[in-house]
């Protein structure tokens, strides 16, 4: 069964909504805490540049996770 993709990414926009920065967020921090004991939101800056943009995701950690079984 394939997943049904309800819409398509925009390209070469100047600004990313908040709606989506805060999508971006919450994915980044589900994967970070499998590393980290996080400590609050995540935040995101995202910056025009010369070559594209800047993309900054900030995280507070408490510590950081032991990994018992480490995939190979």
Do not use: Q, W
Request: aromatic residues 6%.
């Amino acid at each position: 069964m394939r997943a049904h993709r309800t819409a398509a990414p925009a390209f070469e926009r100047e600004a990313m909504p908040e709606t989506e920065r805060t999508l971006l967020c919450r994915d980044v921090a589900a994967v970070a805490d499998e590393y980290f004991e996080l400590d609050g939101a995540a935040d995101a800056d995202v910056t025009r540049t010369t070559d594209g943009y800047s993309v900054c995701i900030l995280l507070h950690a408490r510590r950081i996770k032991y990994i018992k079984n480490i995939p190979r």
